[in-house]
């Protein structure tokens, strides 16, 4: 029988240097940059109720979310999650290397370290009770892609691992797309004949097909067995096949309005969504990746003569058409989900992917200036990567500064609004207490300087956590040791429209905390008549 040490030293043997060295890259690099948030607990306004959360959230279609997450128990221990997500993160890097057969050792370190850095990681940490089953879910879509690559029926087993990468996080479902187009266009690069190209794809789009139909029957098996039903999913339950023509009509109009809205929600995020221009240092990074692509891809043209092929004209358009579709096919599923960054993190491959194809094609084996024409290019891709990952690194610090202060904010301000709760006469413990949750802009005026860095971060932006009733409950019972009797919601929205609530001044003023007919109001907000 083989021992421990036996079966440690073949699977050593077996692991290459460039795997060690990608997950090397992106465990270091995610652990520097990331150890504010993981040494503290700062929490957002939903980790306010998440101190312990199961994570059993089949209603939204996550039905192995709380298997996942389970690993590091359902308590917010933001060190260990953050160790769990980097070993996630770290894989799918080696992953990712293998995927798009990187060998440059310091494209390695420096693409590997994109992915550890980029904004939308930053935003998943200020969710840290989410962090390692998010992160076993990209090492999952990453993994569906590379098992459909690697192996004849390696597509099998990739539509699991992308079922159950779904099944944690449907997020990361445009991940796997992207690469999928992007290893197809690799093999019509490089494959020898149309059967073989043919072949390829079909295996890509198998895996998808088969990866996201697992992971509806699984959802709607678990559904059944649990006794519920999917919770706010977006209107997918009305993609039903059409009928008559009127609804065939109805089908081709949503159809080109979901279309037009997922081009025109690309075109904005990609120029306008804080990620790739968000200083003129992040735009000088895209303009040299575009040039450095550009003049691989040109000297590819020429040197193949592609251009005399027509068909290579119909690909070059039906990628470029594919591409926004492929970044945005969670709108096609709910188009009318509210997509934040968070759920953008497939915005890093627009990096990744040019600076790996012009690192894969910078050879020119019959040009007179090969050597040349390497050296450029690959000084061109490490300096822009470089620049562009410590970027990242400053806007990543940048977020986390401002979550701590909103937290020292929201602290200072409960410890005020409590002492207020308890002064008020008649107060007793257990008293009933009614409060809405906005907290008063012309009272508060906003101290936030953050807003032109961190205004797309969900979960990092702004100057408080609290937004609702619940989260005064949660911050005051976990962060201040006062368990009140919060009125449920629906006993709050009665009092809201109340003439007593409306005359009240928004906290601090002189009248905003006061007793009626046994219940405490508070008033935190602007609302007058």
């Known amino acids: 029988m083989i021992t421990p040490q036996e079966l440690f030293d073949k699977c050593k043997q ?3 240097s460039e795997w060690k060295l990608a997950f090397a890259a992106a465990f270091v690099i995610g652990l520097l940059v990331h150890m504010p948030i993981m040494l503290s607990d700062i929490p957002n306004h939903d980790g306010l109720g998440s101190m312990y959360f199961d994570q059993n959230m089949i209603t939204s279609g996550r039905w192995f979310l709380t298997v996942a997450c389970g690993v590091s128990s359902y308590f917010t221990l933001p060190w260990l999650i953050g160790l769990l997500a980097f070993v996630y993160l770290g894989a799918a890097a080696a992953a990712l290397t293998e995927l798009l057969e990187i060998k440059s050792r310091v494209m390695i370190v420096l693409l590997s370290g994109l992915l550890a850095v980029f904004p939308a990681i930053a935003s998943t940490f200020a969710y840290v009770f989410t962090m390692d089953g998010y992160m076993m879910a990209l090492l999952l879509a990453v993994m569906s892609v590379l098992l459909t690559k690697k192996y004849k029926k390696g597509f099998l087993a990739g539509a699991i691992c992308l079922a159950f990468s779904m099944g944690i996080y449907q997020a990361y479902l445009p991940f796997a797309v992207i690469l999928c187009l992007y290893m197809i266009l690799i093999i019509l690069i490089e494959g020898e004949n149309i ?52 609804e065939t009509m109805g089908m081709i109009s949503r159809l080109t309005g979901m279309l037009v809205n997922i081009y025109r929600d690309f075109v904005a995020f990609t120029f306008k969504g804080n990620v790739f221009f968000n200083n003129i240092f992040s735009a000088v990074v895209l303009i040299l ?67 790996a194809f012009a690192g894969r094609y910078a050879d020119c084996p019959t040009c007179s200036l090969r050597a040349r024409f390497r050296g450029m290019t690959e ?32 602290y200072a301000y409960c410890v005020r609004l409590l002492d207020r709760i308890e002064q008020t006469p008649g107060y007793y413990q257990g008293i009933p207490i009614a409060i809405v949750g906005v ?25 408080s956590l609290l937004y609702t009733s619940a989260n005064y409950e949660a911050f005051l019972k976990n962060y ?23 005359e009240m001044d928004s906290f601090p003023g002189e009248n905003s905390v006061k007793l009626v007919d046994g219940v405490i109001y508070v008033k935190t907000e602007n609302k007058t008549r």
């Open 289 to 355: 990746l575009v040039l450095a692509c550009s003049a691989v891809l040109l000297r590819m043209i020429l040197q193949r003569k592609w251009w005399k092929n027509p068909g290579f004209f119909v690909i070059i358009v039906l990628l470029a058409a594919a591409v926004p579709v492929a970044a945005n096919v969670i709108l096609v599923v709910s188009p009318e989900v509210t997509y934040h960054l968070l759920m953008r993190y497939q915005w890093v491959l627009f990096l990744i992917l040019p600076a």
């Open 379 to 410: 000084w061109l891709l490490v300096c822009a990567v470089a620049v562009m990952l410590f970027n990242y690194v400053v806007t990543d610090h940048i977020a986390y500064s401002n979550l701590e202060k909103r937290y020292e904010k929201t």
């Open 14 to 16: 077996k692991i290459k």
């Open 480 to 502: 201040l040791g006062a368990t009140l009797n919060f009125l449920d919601v629906d006993t709050v929205g009665e009092i809201y429209y109340s003439e007593e609530y409306e």
């Open 439 to 463: 907290v008063g802009e012309e009272q508060f005026p906003e101290t936030d300087i953050t807003g032109p860095v961190t205004a797309g971060m969900i979960g990092i932006s702004g100057d």
């Open 195 to 246: 059967k073989e190209k043919l072949s390829t794809v079909l295996r890509y789009l198998g895996m998808g097909v088969l990866g996201a139909g697992l992971y509806y029957v699984i959802l709607q098996i678990l559904l059944k067995l649990q006794g519920k039903e999917l919770s706010g999913y977006q209107g997918i339950g009305g993609m039903n096949s059409a009928g008559t023509d009127a």
